[in-house]
């Protein structure tokens, strides 16, 4: 009977954390795909996923016949709706991080005109693909999306507000599209819904906001996206941009949504129509269609006298309020967890220095958690190789490992919690639990307000579980669990979600980071099953948790082989020098396989002074290959001239022996002023601050015209500019075996390099 009663607060806490998972993570599986013959006001995947595969057939980069076809193709389905679309030609450039970029953009617009605007929704996705993938979901899923939610308003009556369709060109080349438009277009009244993928699966997630983001939240809906203010404060800390991040800049609010399952296919061949999940389709093409009609029927006028918004989903629901309460709801969860503390100083005696014991220590659980993350992570590289050419790091079946990563991170958790309590000390364990939260609502509160909920809520209800039981005894078994549990179980329904949405951002590489909130969790939940298994007993649970980890992430691993459906990421590049003649095959190592080796099997050395696009501190593992005949970079002076104490050079730079689909020219950084072609102009200097060659400049053209481009350099003086062209096609003369696909950095392309003297 003992043994009964002991177990009932294991089982209790077990069953809540089941119930607590349920009801948050549940709500990450998608809605039924809605057929083809769903009624004309609702979104329907089946009609999307007609049009996306009429699209998806193969790649197709800025620039080539196969994105021309695509564009015909969206603009003839724009006109099948009945609305004129209209396809926006100029010259766009981008001159962010690495080298600058040039190129013709032809981006389609759409407008439906509104009956009384107070400003514009524009919903934009972009229509190009990477080299080697068919874009299904990046960005076929948004762009199918697009063309079923022209279709359901347009089948309406006529809108209060304009609505605005834009499908971008250039996105994946440096958010050309977005640029051209933004340059031109009124920020003031216009609100952006961006439709965007990094996967192929799961739910849809809103990801980020612009300014005045409370007046845009209401426009979710009734189901909302997997969404949290939190995403947005990472998302502004990462390199990463979308079309989006270019409207934002220009002073225009709105919000962004995303798919991030299914990641390991991201710009890979297996981003095609097999997988692409229609009930993934439906949730963002509803979602987006269900803002878009409550904005367009809004006076957007009120929308810059909005504040901005803490929001997260809690389950089925969005909760929102104001910015403005973030910190002083920190500051009273704070107040209120030593005020608990001082009243239980006060009436039962807890010791300052066991709390103090247990708040220096509460980081080292978290640490461990990291560590497992850290090695087991490099673990699973040493075991399966190919796991290092997935761009997020996250193979095609992660599922099982990474529950089985956080039941270590849980052990972690569960040595902590039971030291303490072995010695008596539970409540002040969930003392510190308590004030760890609340002090870093306050520090998140200052500097990442959007992050702030994740700790100040648990914090409140830990404060006031602390105060319930301040007063018993200390041999009590509620004084250790109602603290646990008021801390814990608020701590997982607000951070569980997170840590899963975490999982499938960034995946197993950095697995690390959503292992430490599992710890987090799990510190005070520990609790639980520490005093249902007192004394000896207390090594049972611990190691259920580290067999369970070790049988699920060992299962996981194992199941996870690669084969036609989930071929290995490869990387592999053909090199040709035209001023050597050499010609060599390219391998950065990413997930090596013998296929791969049996190619680049020499040493790693530095190849970025004949190949500046192959950059890296390792070097690329390189052997000798076949001579081919491939598009041969060109150059000609057309024309020097002296214009205000500067050298102006006229060059034509182009291709013999075919047509390139990427054409980079290559300086060093102390000669070159400034770059031009038609209109657009760049600056010269150094753009490429990452590479180690000499080639500290560069400018890429990823739409090269067929005849040639027209390129004017501005020079310091008289000496003799050294260049260098590089020409990319996607014709590398070797095919991967069924099992494995092209990597989605810098693979299954060929370069020819050439220098040359102006």
């Known amino acids: 009977m003992t043994a009964l009663r002991r177990a009932v607060p294991a089982v209790l806490a077990l069953a809540a954390v089941l119930l607590t998972v349920y009801s948050t993570l549940g709500f990450t599986a998608p809605p039924s795909a809605l057929p083809a013959d769903a009624p004309p006001a609702s979104f329907s995947a089946g009609r999307a996923h007609q049009r996306i595969a009429a699209l998806a057939t193969s790649s197709h980069p800025m620039g080539t016949p196969a994105h021309a076809r695509v564009r015909e193709q969206l603009v003839d389905e724009f006109t099948a709706l009945g609305l004129r679309p209209e396809v926006r030609e100029s010259v766009a450039d981008q001159t962010g991080s690495g080298s600058a970029v040039i190129a013709p953009v032809r981006n389609i617009h759409v407008k439906l005109a509104g009956r009384d605007p107070t400003g514009r929704v524009l919903i934009v996705a972009h229509y190009d693909s990477v080299p080697h993938s068919p874009g299904a979901s990046d960005d076929g899923l948004g762009v199918g999306a697009v063309l079923e939610i022209a279709r359901a308003l347009s089948s309406g009556p006529p809108p209060r507000n304009d609505i605005e369709f834009l499908l971008t060109d250039g996105e994946e080349v440096g958010l050309l599209g977005a640029r051209s438009f933004a340059a031109s277009a009124r920020p003031r009244g216009t609100v952006v819904l961006n439709l965007d993928a990094a996967g192929t699966s799961g739910r849809a997630v809103m990801f980020q906001t612009g300014a005045h983001s409370a007046a845009l939240l209401s426009a979710l809906?009734?189901?909302?996206?997997?969404?949290?203010?939190?995403?947005?404060e990472v998302y502004r800390l990462l390199p990463h941009e979308t079309d989006f991040t270019v409207f934002h800049n220009a002073g225009m609010t709105g919000m962004n949504f995303a798919v991030v399952g299914g990641s390991a296919n991201y710009h890979t061949t297996q981003d095609n129509l097999a997988n692409l999940d229609t009930g993934t389709l439906q949730d963002l093409g509803s979602t987006v269609l269900a803002a878009a009609g409550k904005l367009a029927g809004s006076d957007l006028t009120e929308v810059e006298d909005a504040s901005e918004a803490t929001y997260?989903?809690?389950?089925?629901?969005?909760?929102?309020?104001?910015?403005?309460?973030?910190?002083?709801?920190?500051?009273?969860?704070?107040?209120?967890?030593?005020?608990?503390?001082?009243?239980?100083?006060?009436?039962?005696?807890?010791?300052?220095?066991?709390?103090?014991?247990?708040?220096?220590?509460?980081?080292?659980?978290?640490?461990?958690?990291?560590?497992?993350?850290?090695?087991?992570?490099?673990?699973?590289?040493?075991?399966?190789?190919?796991?290092?050419?997935?761009?997020?790091?996250?193979?095609?079946?992660?599922?099982?490992?990474?529950?089985?990563?956080?039941?270590?991170?849980?052990?972690?958790?569960?040595?902590?919690?039971?030291?303490?309590?072995?010695?008596g000390y539970g409540f002040e364990a969930g003392a510190a639990v308590t004030l760890w939260l609340a002090v870093m609502a306050v520090a998140t509160a200052v500097f990442f307000p959007g992050a702030a909920y994740l700790f100040g809520w648990p914090a409140l209800f830990g404060a006031a579980g602390l105060a319930a039981v301040a007063r018993q005894a200390s041999t009590a078994r509620s004084r250790v669990l109602v603290p646990a549990g008021a801390v814990g179980l608020p701590a997982a329904v607000l951070v569980l979600?997170?840590?899963?949405?975490?999982?499938?951002?960034?995946?197993?590489?950095?697995?690390?980071?959503?292992?430490?909130?599992?710890?987090?969790?799990?510190?005070?939940?520990?609790?639980?099953?520490?005093?249902?298994?007192?004394?000896?007993?207390?090594?049972?649970?611990?190691?259920?948790?580290?067999?369970?980890?070790?049988?699920?992430?060992?299962?996981?691993?194992?199941?996870?082989?690669?084969?036609?459906?989930?071929?290995?990421?490869?990387?592999?590049?053909?090199?040709?020098?035209?001023?050597?003649?050499?010609?060599?095959?390219?391998?950065?190592?990413?997930?090596?396989?013998?296929?791969?080796?049996?190619?680049?099997?020499?040493?790693?050395?530095?190849?970025?002074?004949?190949?500046?696009?192959?950059?890296?501190?390792?070097?690329?593992?390189?052997?000798?290959g076949p001579r081919v005949t491939l598009p041969t970079p060109a150059l000609r002076v057309r024309g020097s001239r002296t214009v205000g104490g500067a050298r102006e050079i006229r060059l034509w730079v182009g291709t013999d022996r075919g047509h390139a689909t990427r054409l980079t020219v290559y300086t060093r950084k102390d000669a070159l002023l400034?770059?031009?072609?038609?209109?657009?102009?760049?600056?010269?200097?150094?753009?490429?601050?990452?590479?180690?060659?000499?080639?500290?400049?560069?400018?890429?053209?990823?739409?090269?015209?067929p005849g040639g481009d027209e390129l004017i350099l501005t020079v310091r003086d008289d000496r003799p500019l050294h260049l260098l062209l590089e020409a990319q096609t996607t014709r590398i003369p070797v095919r991967p075996p069924a099992s494995a696909t092209w990597s989605a950095h810098m693979s299954g392309i060929s370069l020819v390099s050439r220098t040359f003297t102006a």
């Open 221 to 232: 809906g009734n189901r909302p996206p997997v969404t949290t203010s939190l995403s947005d």
């Open 312 to 423: 997260f989903t809690l389950g089925g629901l969005l909760v929102v309020y104001s910015e403005a309460w973030v910190l002083p709801m920190a500051l009273v969860a704070l107040a209120a967890a030593l005020a608990a503390l001082w009243w239980a100083r006060r009436h039962s005696g807890v010791g300052w220095r066991p709390l103090s014991v247990a708040a220096a220590t509460l980081p080292v659980p978290l640490s461990v958690a990291f560590a497992l993350g850290w090695a087991g992570w490099q673990v699973l590289c040493w075991i399966r190789p190919e796991y290092g050419g997935f761009a997020f790091g996250n193979p095609y079946r992660a599922g099982l490992t990474s529950i089985g990563f956080a039941s270590f991170a849980a052990a972690a958790a569960y040595v902590w919690a039971a030291l303490f309590l072995r010695r």
């Open 497 to 624: 979600p997170v840590a899963d949405l975490l999982k499938d951002s960034v995946g197993l590489a950095l697995v690390a980071i959503p292992l430490v909130l599992v710890a987090l969790v799990a510190a005070p939940l520990a609790s639980f099953l520490a005093v249902a298994m007192p004394g000896r007993q207390a090594v049972v649970p611990l190691a259920a948790l580290v067999l369970a980890g070790l049988t699920l992430s060992g299962t996981g691993t194992a199941l996870d082989d690669v084969d036609r459906a989930h071929p290995a990421p490869i990387s592999l590049v053909y090199g040709f020098d035209a001023d050597t003649g050499r010609a060599q095959w390219l391998s950065d190592g990413t997930g090596a396989t013998g296929w791969s080796r049996s190619y680049a099997s020499g040493s790693r050395r530095a190849v970025e002074d004949t190949f500046p696009l192959l950059t890296g501190e390792d070097g690329w593992h390189a052997a000798a």
């Open 674 to 705: 400034s770059a031009r072609i038609g209109t657009a102009k760049v600056p010269g200097g150094q753009n490429r601050a990452f590479a180690s060659g000499p080639w500290k400049w560069g400018l890429l053209l990823p739409a090269p015209r």
